[in-house]
């Protein structure tokens, strides 16, 4: 059984040695460090265990839903044309004085349930962007081409199938009843696109993604891209000064180095530093625009984690934003380092927070183990080893210390 036991061994080892290792650079994280867990399970070892196995749970289930399309909501975009994306702004309801309900009233914090589900596209775009990300992962980690295969008829239905793409714009986004048919924050509908982007890298490099549909997709892309820096609302997005710029920013910048856009790119990073964090950080670290909302905690939160994207980005192309700090001071380190005490449970969290507070403070700690493994903090990642059951999230394989 010794012998039995040195042989199994041995042959896997010459089958790990001989297979061939896949370069990715990757856009929003490190497949250097990403290859080490795959490399890590492959061998036994237990640290990532669960949370892949919870992955591959999530994935099986990605095999029988979908797959999803604009086609597929109730009502129709005041285009007349179902391709169009369709949503409504959450936090806007009926006003109860008015008979017709109509303009609505803004509620901040509150989501409106008729905003969600299947009158519009917000539902079906989510379970894209997360079933995408789950199957390129699940597919990374494993080789289970089956993923891969599931992944691209989600690609084909959505971007390139005529009969049930979306078109390359969000004009509809985040309509208001009896105010707009769609406004430029609609756009971080969209934020999750940095979800999309690794998947599309994976399945490229392992050529899953042929040639023909590569093209059609980056063609979509490309027109969506334009729509994004010369439409209405994609030039008041920019000119967002909260979340929505710096989330803005990371669409367009991720969305530019995926097609090989690399000088618009950094030309774009350079001026995050001026644009987005000198005037969306106090000297303190704090983020005002965010700590006035409802939600404080998980504003600030989602903020930063746009910071971290950028940041991450920025490193790739020679621009420094992790490290850069105005003169007096602003910096995405002093707006984590003003969230640091509360993550570590040193400091109870005083701005008003709708909703269950603990869980913004586990959401909270995900980006100080983005931040820490991205930028080798060791007191970041002292906190991201307290996040509680990291089984659960996706990012203790894509963000690993």
Same mark, same amino acid.
């Given at each position: 059984?010794?012998?039995?036991?040195?042989?199994?061994?041995?042959?896997?080892?010459?089958?790990?040695?001989?297979?061939?290792? /896949?370069?990715? @650079?990757?856009?929003?994280?490190?497949?250097?460090?990403?290859?080490?867990?795959?490399?890590?399970?492959?061998?036994?070892?237990?640290?990532?265990?669960?949370?892949?196995?919870?992955?591959?749970?999530?994935?099986?289930?990605?095999?029988?839903?979908?797959?999803? &399309?604009?086609? +597929?909501?109730?009502?129709?975009?005041? &285009?007349?044309?179902?391709?169009?994306?369709?949503?409504?702004?959450?936090?806007?309801?009926? $006003?109860?004085?008015?008979?017709? !309900?109509?303009?609505?009233?803004?509620?901040?914090?509150?989501?409106?349930?008729?905003?969600?589900?299947?009158?519009?596209?917000?539902?079906?775009?989510?379970?894209?962007?997360?079933?995408?990300?789950?199957?390129?992962?699940?597919?990374?980690? &494993?080789?289970?081409?089956?993923?891969?295969?599931?992944?691209?008829?989600?690609?084909?239905?959505?971007?390139?199938?005529?009969?049930?793409?979306?078109?390359?714009?969000?004009?509809?986004?985040?309509?208001?009843?009896?105010?707009?048919? !769609?406004?430029?924050?609609?756009?971080? $509908?969209?934020?999750?696109?940095?979800?999309?982007? &690794?998947?599309?890298?994976?399945?490229?490099?392992?050529?899953?993604?042929? +040639?023909?549909?590569?093209?059609?997709?980056?063609?979509?892309?490309?027109?969506?891209?334009?729509?994004?820096?010369?439409?209405? @609302?994609?030039?008041?997005?920019? +000119?967002?000064?909260?979340?929505? !710029?710096?989330?803005?920013?990371?669409?367009?910048?991720?969305?530019?180095?995926?097609?090989?856009?690399?000088?618009?790119?950094?030309?774009?990073?350079?001026?995050?530093?001026?644009?987005?964090?000198?005037?969306? /950080?106090?000297?303190? !670290?704090?983020?005002?625009?965010?700590?006035?909302?409802?939600? #404080?905690?998980?504003?600030?939160?989602?903020?930063?984690?746009?910071?971290?994207?950028?940041?991450?980005?920025?490193?790739?192309?020679?621009? +420094?934003?992790?490290?850069?700090?105005?003169?007096?001071?602003? #910096?995405?380190?002093?707006?984590?380092?003003?969230?640091?005490?509360?993550?570590? #449970?040193?400091?109870?969290?005083?701005?008003?927070?709708?909703?269950?507070?603990?869980?913004?403070?586990?959401?909270?700690?995900?980006?100080?183990?983005?931040?820490?493994?991205?930028?080798?903090?060791? $007191?970041?990642?002292?906190?991201?080893?307290?996040?509680?059951?990291?089984?659960?999230?996706?990012?203790?394989?894509?963000?690993?210390?």
């Amino acid at each position: 059984m010794k012998i039995y036991s040195l042989l199994s061994i041995f042959l896997i080892t010459i089958f790990l040695s001989c297979q061939k290792k /896949v370069q990715i @650079n990757g856009i929003y994280v490190d497949f250097d460090k990403i290859e080490k867990v795959k490399n890590d399970l492959k061998k036994g070892e237990q640290q990532y265990t669960r949370a892949f196995n919870i992955l591959i749970q999530k994935a099986e289930s990605a095999l029988n839903e979908g797959p999803f &399309s604009v086609m +597929d909501k109730k009502r129709t975009p005041p &285009s007349g044309d179902k391709h169009d994306y369709l949503s409504m702004g959450p936090y806007w309801w009926p $006003d109860p004085e008015k008979t017709d !309900g109509l303009p609505y009233i803004r509620r901040d914090g509150e989501v409106n349930p008729e905003t969600r589900g299947d009158n519009v596209d917000r539902t079906s775009a989510a379970k894209l962007f997360s079933n995408i990300e789950i199957l390129g992962w699940a597919f990374y980690f &494993s080789d289970e081409k089956k993923y891969a295969e599931k992944a691209i008829q989600l690609i084909e239905i959505w971007f390139i199938n005529p009969e049930t793409l979306m078109n390359p714009n969000l004009e509809y986004a985040q309509g208001i009843p009896g105010r707009t048919e !769609g406004r430029g924050i609609g756009i971080i $509908d969209w934020s999750g696109i940095n979800r999309l982007i &690794s998947p599309f890298q994976i399945l490229e490099a392992t050529g899953y993604l042929k +040639d023909e549909t590569k093209i059609q997709l980056y063609n979509w892309f490309e027109a969506y891209h334009n729509w994004l820096v010369a439409s209405k @609302n994609g030039i008041d997005e920019d +000119d967002y000064f909260n979340n929505h !710029g710096t989330w803005y920013d990371v669409q367009v910048v991720g969305i530019e180095l995926m097609l090989g856009k690399t000088e618009l790119a950094k030309t774009r990073l350079e001026k995050v530093k001026d644009k987005r964090i000198a005037p969306q /950080v106090e000297p303190d !670290g704090s983020q005002p625009h965010e700590l006035a909302r409802t939600k #404080s905690l998980g504003y600030s939160t989602m903020n930063l984690r746009g910071f971290i994207h950028l940041a991450k980005m920025g490193e790739k192309n020679d621009i +420094d934003l992790w490290n850069f700090e105005t003169r007096d001071g602003r #910096s995405i380190k002093k707006a984590l380092n003003f969230l640091l005490p509360v993550a570590q #449970s040193k400091n109870k969290w005083t701005y008003q927070q709708l909703g269950h507070l603990d869980d913004a403070i586990e959401t909270l700690k995900i980006n100080f183990q983005m931040a820490g493994s991205l930028f080798n903090e060791p $007191d970041y990642i002292t906190v991201a080893k307290s996040i509680k059951n990291p089984e659960n999230n996706i990012e203790t394989l894509l963000y690993p210390f």
